[in-house]
């Protein structure tokens, strides 16, 4: 099916024009009305201009009014998160991020600065506050239709079609004609291989937008994968014999037998992605890393979403030299699930042995965000800052290993080592 069929949201729409907004009118309250009058002595001429650099796509000044805006009138929200935003399509997530959570401590029960703020988790590579941030915002608001179109991507992207799904029928709920979330529904029903509801729902695409060529071309691919056909639904039974025959091979460690017995499996069903995977993983421990390479490849690009074929095609890709394809296959798996403990561990331990240390740091301190204890992984950190010359927080590392496994040999020398 198209990759076309559900393109991923980039951005949410920015706050606008802020220079006629103020708090509500029914808000009567001693500290708006103070906020309201401070904020038109000093704000409001900044935010006239911040409107009219925005009006002309000129980002950084417009960013540049709403920081003295921010700061004539340090609370107000919609300031805050106008200039958040700006941050964003700038690309500063770390400053557009606390402009949100500045924004969230004013305004707790407001569902979309925390979504604003799960995305720019999302961007920097936090997917445990990723996470956390986007449940709070739809713990606020069940029914905010950037938060659920955000969680409905996230989970698509992850493989979890069914939860996709859901959330993309509660979007649809308040908005039947959103053309985007129908076109995203019906990949996710196509990929659970229910091509009739898919059918439907592209379908109903056309009814809203007759023209709509990713409906027609998806369309196009169900019809011809439900076509009739003559041949065997059924397993081939040769092909069952091979892979059980492999299986033997393999459980007594005669590996060459098992990979000659997958290699005559997959001639037998070329279109296997798992077989095509066993296959490379039995000759990858063989060292034969060109034909694991060439099984991966083939695997991956029969399932581009695939994250295990494209952790494994970058894995074999280093071991034959083709560096371009290591760095597209473990970007791809990282931009499916930017928590997959497999692809920072391989990322990081790449950058370490390619001296690039605070990239390879990046990655371990991602990995410790879920295996805060993983020793392996903090001495492999504790090098970096060593290597970094940071004393200190190399030493810290090491002393850190110490408390968890206070046995272990290699982090006390390495303490000595750092601390000399």
Do not use: W
Not at 165 to 186: F, T
Request: glycine share 4%.
């Amino acid at each position: 099916m198209s990759h076309r069929l559900s393109p991923t949201i980039e951005v949410l729409p920015p706050v606008r024009s802020l220079a006629g907004k103020r708090a509500g009118a029914d808000d009567d309250s001693a500290d708006a009305a103070r906020g309201r009058a401070q904020l038109t002595r000093l704000g409001h001429g900044l935010l006239e201009r911040a409107d009219a650099y925005f009006d002309q796509a000129n980002y950084p000044v417009a960013r540049d009014f709403l920081r003295l805006a921010s700061q004539s009138d340090p609370d107000n929200a919609e300031v805050l998160i106008t200039l958040g935003s700006v941050q964003f399509q700038l690309g500063e997530f770390a400053p557009a991020g606390r402009s949100y959570i500045r924004a969230g401590e004013l305004q707790p029960e407001d569902a979309s600065v925390f979504t604003r703020l799960a995305l720019v988790h999302s961007r920097l590579g936090h997917a445990v506050e990723f996470l956390e941030m986007l449940t709070h915002a739809l713990s606020l608001d069940p029914s905010n239709i950037d938060a659920l179109r955000l969680a409905a991507n996230y989970s698509r992207d992850q493989g979890h079609y069914a939860q996709a799904a859901r959330l993309l029928a509660r979007m649809l709920e308040q908005y039947p004609s959103d053309i985007e979330a129908l076109l995203s529904l019906a990949k996710c029903f196509y990929q659970t291989a229910d091509f009739a509801t898919a059918q439907t729902v592209l379908e109903r695409v056309l009814e809203f937008e007759p023209g709509n060529t990713v409906a027609r071309e998806n369309l196009a691919v169900i019809s011809r994968k439900t076509a009739p056909t003559h041949e065997s639904c059924a397993p081939d039974p040769a092909r069952l014999d091979l892979v059980s025959a492999a299986d033997e091979a393999f459980g007594r460690g005669d590996l060459a037998t098992a990979r000659d017995h997958l290699r005559r499996a997959v001639e037998a069903s070329p279109r296997s992605v798992d077989l095509l995977l066993t296959l490379g993983n039995v000759e990858f421990q063989l060292n034969e890393f060109s034909a694991a390479y060439d099984a991966f490849n083939i695997a991956a690009g029969m399932q581009p979403d695939n994250v295990n074929a494209l952790i494994r095609l970058a894995a074999a890709a280093l071991r034959v030299q083709r560096r371009e394809v290591f760095d597209a296959a473990l970007v791809r798996a990282l931009d499916l699930e930017p928590a997959n403990l497999a692809a920072l561990t391989l990322l990081g331990n790449t950058r370490y042995q390619q001296g690039r240390y605070i990239e390879a740091a990046k990655a371990y301190f991602l990995i410790l965000h879920q295996t805060r204890n993983d020793v392996g992984i903090l001495l492999a950190l504790g090098n970096c800052f060593h290597l970094l010359k940071d004393r200190d927080s190399a030493c810290l590392t090491f002393e850190e290993v110490l408390r968890i496994d206070p046995g272990n040999a290699t982090a006390a020398e390495n303490l000595k080592v750092a601390a000399a």
